[in-house]
């Protein structure tokens, strides 16, 4: 029969007891919850666990273990076992640990008697294994840090518990979720998940993991965290939680969920993943990586791929043989009260073939055992860090007793204080373990990287070892599984993992989930998704955004047909007015050149010549000096032109429009000189700011995917107002000509003037607009032509037609040939004239 404690005054405790000159505590969940409510009435547990039931024999074994060997780790002495289930309960579990706290050997009598005493008694526990979880472990360690008991847990791992300043006797035998976070953050980055989820219980061991594990993970370039799921005290029967947890998992990008809870809300969990076929990558922790009833869960491949870590797995030596044997003869209160559960088969049955017991956890139904089924569920990490603790005490108490292999100095009279000085500073080596405590009270041992296979040639999941984490931070697993897991192709909730060459992995719409986003115009991204890049102010990226490509610089070149034509135009333009000019030199007395002003015509056709000079300037790479001479100068020379034919016009119009007593007014009035300059000398009062104050410059204009080099105008005003001033010029000249066309003019000079200033005007009316709306390089092309056009429209319509006379109608270039047409002209409208006054015109040109 299990042994009973009336202290904690219900009967729902398993106790098993036995004797010893020193005796160990031990705290263990044999059953996994209680009908603790909030309703009064009788408590009780249930939930049997086998698993865990055969922990509390591990303790037991390693105790017999230690008494028992040969030579004798504490000579002369005993230890014995004080062990409780606690149900998982947390109240449970502290009146068990005062119970464990009592001074006399009894174990009827209570902790706390009727006359309570302001200090406490010394214990005869000197040292408590347990409790599993941590938040039971921490509600321990504050009672048995009371007397100074060693408490040394085999499974809780909150890194809250390695504050001594709160636990100062705490101790464990498995490392720090300190340690397990980084572990995982690390396989996450070894496998290149990108984003994870995590799912953690509302109490020490998942608030203060998953809080570090997400510090952890922040630390950690590219690697995003989507979510952290907090489950509720009542998870287990909350289902508007659990459907709020699946659809939250379902719609996210999370590569992989991290489960951070205890086993019994890890197979809620399982079993619903397993119900919606999630399919998803899974991270088991400690507490329910090596779990057998998660991993037989049916269909459990629906869930998807599981890896876990647990701390470092070994055997506990003889444990197995122990277990098979441990009905013959061996005794003890857990090991009855699991007889009442699970009778042995008879000796006929098995002989026939008959027994063929399967155990589950949590089976209550009574049926045969059959002790080699039994030894199936021996696990080989929280175990193995029971039968650690028990040898760590061992070690403790040798040296506290100072014990050799034949007798111990000192006698059992020792304080618990004493015993955890000594504990905390072993550091040996057992069964190829090497063990001892940092200043926290945490081993320096590594983990196991688990997998879940899950194969068809296998009935069962097997549960294997496919790695390991050194508490250095180095993860060790196969390189083919690195390999595999790193190309994972693109799945229905995963990210990207690769990108094409011009495509960025980027996050979008505030999840973890990356996605391949092409990069934008003038954007480089060589590969694998590395961040879009800037191409430089003179590149542009490539199609495909792979590479940036030099951007084509342009202008107008000198190879271009276009250019090739102007260029042509402008050779012959400065041909023909020298030509010209030779001409008007050699008849400079005649009557046709003293028709268009003389001497005038010469400045006319050097203006001309500048003119098409000009016109070069505008083709080639663009530079400061070219630009600054163009149009400022061809303004400057065109103004010249044009007041040279004012001056003409000026000419004709006084010669025949004034009366003969008014000749010497006309004459005084009448000086080319001063119009030429005055009228050019305005222009140059605008060109010349122009020039000094914004000059034109060579200018890059930069495009998509070329350079335009061109000149800038400096200021548009300036440019307008030159243009427009000769535009004015242009208009005058025109009128003046319009008028002038009904004078007896025999060179038709009027006429000519009128036409070439209408050439003029339209070519400059039209150009403004296109040149406005015209972008490229042709730009600089309009700007030439325009001033071809202006040039040839006076060269072709004012000065070639008097060196067609000059040359093919000699006849014409007399004065006699002037007066007779004149004298028709005025005979014809019935007006009499002398010949004095006939003359008058060329007396006014020459």
């Known amino acids: 029969m299990a042994v009973l404690c009336p202290c904690l005054g219900e009967n729902v405790s398993l106790h098993a007891y036995s004797p010893g000159d020193i005796i160990i505590g031990g705290l263990f969940p044999i059953h996994g919850e209680t009908n603790r409510s909030t309703v009064s009435g009788q408590l009780s547990c249930s939930g049997y666990d086998i698993q865990k039931f055969l922990r509390t024999q591990v303790m037991i074994h390693a105790i017999r273990e230690i008494n028992q060997r040969t030579p004798r780790v504490l000579p002369n002495f005993t230890i014995g076992y004080d062990i409780y289930d606690t149900c998982g309960d947390i109240s449970l579990a502290i009146r068990a640990t005062l119970q464990l706290l009592r001074r006399q050997s009894e174990p009827q009598s209570c902790l706390v008697p009727t006359r309570f005493q302001s200090a406490l008694t010394e214990p005869e526990t000197k040292a408590v294994i347990g409790e599993f979880s941590s938040e039971g472990s921490i509600a321990v360690a504050r009672v048995v840090a009371l007397s100074s008991v060693t408490q040394i847990a085999y499974a809780a791992t909150s890194q809250l ?112 993943a397993i119900e919606r076929s999630l399919n998803r990558t899974w991270i088991a922790t400690d507490t329910w990586s090596t779990s057998m009833k998660v991993s037989a869960l049916p269909g459990i491949e629906m869930a998807g791929e599981v890896f876990g870590f647990v701390s470092k797995r070994n055997e506990v030596p003889g444990f197995r043989d122990y277990v098979i044997s441990m009905f013959n003869g061996t005794t003890n209160g857990l090991l009855e009260d699991y007889l009442t559960h699970f009778p042995l088969c008879s000796d006929q049955s098995e002989e026939n073939g008959e027994s063929n017991c399967s155990l589950t956890n949590n089976q209550t139904a009574k049926q045969c055992l059959d002790p080699s089924s039994l030894a199936n569920y021996i696990d080989q990490d929280i175990s193995y860090n029971i039968y650690l603790a028990v040898q760590v005490i061992a070690e403790g108490l040798r040296s506290l007793l100072k014990c050799d292999n034949h007798h111990c100095e000192r006698s059992t009279e020792f304080t618990a204080q004493e015993l955890f000085m000594e504990i905390k500073n072993v550091n040996f080596t057992v069964n190829k373990t090497h063990i001892f405590f940092d200043s926290n009270g945490d081993p320096r041992l590594g983990y196991d990287i688990l997998y879940w296979n899950k194969t068809e040639s296998k009935q069962h999941t097997q549960i294997e070892t496919i790695g390991e984490y050194l508490l250095s931070g180095q993860v060790k697993v196969p390189d083919d599984l690195v390999r595999n897991m790193c190309s994972v192709m693109v799945s229905a909730y995963n990210c990207s993992k690769t990108c094409k060459a011009g495509q960025e992995l980027k996050m979008q719409n505030k999840r973890c989930c990356n996605y391949c986003i092409p990069c934008a115009d003038a954007e480089f991204s060589a590969e694998n998704g590395e961040e879009c890049k800037r191409c430089t102010a003179k590149q542009y990226s490539s199609p495909q955004r792979e590479r940036c490509l030099a951007k084509t610089v342009q202008f107008l070149h000198w190879a271009e047909p276009f250019v090739l034509i102007l260029s042509a135009l402008g050779v012959f333009g400065i041909t023909v007015t020298i030509v010209f000019a030779v001409l008007f030199t050699v008849y400079r007395g005649t009557p046709v050149v003293k028709a268009v002003g003389g001497y005038l015509c010469l400045l006319e056709l050097f203006s001309l010549l500048a003119c098409f000079c000009l016109s070069f300037s505008f083709a080639g790479r663009p530079t400061d000096g070219s630009c600054m001479v163009g149009l400022p100068l061809f303004g400057i020379a065109f103004s010249l032109c044009i007041s040279c034919i004012l001056a003409n016009l000026l000419q004709i119009f006084v010669g025949f429009s004034f009366q003969l007593n008014k000749r010497s007014c006309v004459k005084r009035l009448h000086q080319p000189v001063a119009v030429v300059t005055i009228v050019t000398g305005i222009q140059l009062a605008l060109c010349v700011p122009w020039l000094c104050l914004y000059p034109p410059h060579a200018h890059e204009e930069i495009f998509s995917e070329s350079i335009l080099k061109q000149c800038e105008k400096g200021s548009y005003k300036f440019f307008l107002a030159m243009l427009a001033y000769n535009v004015l010029l242009a208009l005058i000249c025109f009128l003046f000509a319009f008028k002038g066309k009904q004078l007896p003019d025999l060179y038709n000079n009027a006429s000519l003037i009128s036409i070439s200033m209408m050439l003029f005007l339209i070519v400059w009316v039209f150009f403004i607009p296109i040149y406005i709306s015209l972008i490229g390089r042709y730009k600089s092309a309009i700007e030439s032509a325009a001033i071809l056009i202006s040039s040839y429209s006076i060269l072709g319509c004012h000065l070639a037609p008097k060196c067609y006379i000059m040359v093919f109608r000699k006849e014409l270039n007399n004065e006699s040939a002037i007066t007779e047409y004149i004298r028709k002209h005025y005979e014809q409208k019935g007006v009499a004239v002398v010949s004095h006054a006939v003359i008058n015109p060329l007396q006014v040109a020459g």
Not at 228 to 247: G, K
Request: charged share 25%; proline share 3%.
């Open 161 to 272: 518990l390695s504050r001594k300043l709160k636990f100062p006797t705490f101790l464990r035998t498995i490392p720090s979720d300190e340690h397990q976070t980084k572990a995982i953050a690390e396989l996450v980055s070894k496998f290149n998940w990108k984003s994870v989820a995590i799912v953690a219980s509302d109490d020490e061991y998942g608030k203060y993991g998953s809080e570090a594990l997400e510090d952890v993970l922040s630390k950690i370039k590219d690697i995003c965290n989507e979510f952290i799921f907090v489950l509720p005290d009542n998870f287990s029967h909350n289902h508007t939680c659990l459907a709020d947890l699946m659809s939250k998992i379902n719609g996210s990008s999370a590569e992989a969920v991290i489960l951070f809870t205890k086993e019994s809300n890890a197979a809620v969990i399982m079993e619903a």
